[in-house]
Antibody
Framework: QVQLQESGPGLVKPSETLSLTCTVS????????WSWIRQPPGNGLEFIGY???????YYNPSLKSRVTISVDTSKNQFSLKLTSVTAADTALYHC???????????????WGQGTLVTVSS | DIVMTQSPLSLPVTPGEPASISCRSS???????????VDWYLQKPGQSPQLLIY???NRASGVPDRFSGGGSGTVFTLTITRVEAEDVGVYSC?????????FGPGTKVHIK
């Protein structure tokens, strides 16, 4: 059974950098796509971006200038960095596996429990 | 970006009765491969979202057969044939045709 677990600070000051790590267990990080998705309080889900196991990335244009997603295959982990945060970045941050294929399309089939990050001084 | 809308946003249900949720996209989600690239997720209270349906109508592993997805193009529906108490939560559709993938606002299903 694939399991994902987010870790990182729950409180970040405005203008600083949010850093989260997702540890994958139960399967190799190869050869999948791995994503970050966030959910502001009371709002819907927002796709942040993904990283392929070989390091190729895609970022949501709405966040592209501030986001970096990276992968560490030796640790079976991938990470999110979001710079210059504001209160609008306060959200529950989920990591998830993006399953792709001719018979599966594209779908997030495994999710972490999520970690709440609050941006406040 | 493709905009996803859902209706209703709140759905009171009675156990044993059917329920359905509508999802619309701002452009067609029909891929040249013949599949509709829309997924459905359920976020139960206190849990992370779980995949219910992919490619419009395919149930994910372990999903009960009372859940079904349908529709094509820009109009999609998630149907629960007989609601059970454990089905409460927020249901979201998501378009997976083109990045950035976008979600609907969610439909909160609760017991009457």
């Amino acid at each position: 059974q694939v399991q994902l677990q987010e870790s990182g600070p729950g409180l970040v000051k405005p203008s600083e950098t949010l850093s989260l790590t997702c540890t994958v267990s139960g399967d190799s990080i190869s050869p999948y796509y791995w994503s970050w998705i966030r959910q502001p309080p009371g709002n819907g889900l927002e796709f942040i971006g993904y990283v392929y196991y070989n390091g190729i990335t895609y970022y949501n244009p709405s966040l592209k200038s501030r986001v970096t997603i990276s992968v560490d295959t030796s640790k079976n982990q991938f990470s999110l960095k979001l710079t210059s945060v504001t209160a609008a970045d306060t959200a529950l941050y989920h990591c998830a596996r993006l399953k792709t294929g001719p018979t599966t399309g594209r779908a997030f089939d495994y999710w972490g429990q999520g970690t709440l990050v609050t941006v406040s001084s | 970006d493709i905009v996803m809308t859902q209706s209703p946003l709140s759905l009171p249900v009675t156990p044993g009765e059917p329920a359905s949720i509508s999802c619309r996209s701002s452009q067609s989600l029909l891929h040249s491969d013949g599949h509709n690239y829309v997924d459905w997720y359920l976020q139960k209270p206190g849990q992370s979202p779980q995949l219910l349906i992919y490619l419009g109508s395919n149930r994910a592993s372990g999903v009960p057969d009372r859940f079904s997805g349908g529709g094509s193009g820009t109009v999609f529906t998630l149907t629960i044939t007989r609601v059970e108490a454990e089905d409460v939560g927020v249901y979201s559709c998501m378009q997976a045709l083109q990045a950035p993938f976008t979600f609907g606002p969610g439909t909160k299903v609760h017991i009457k």
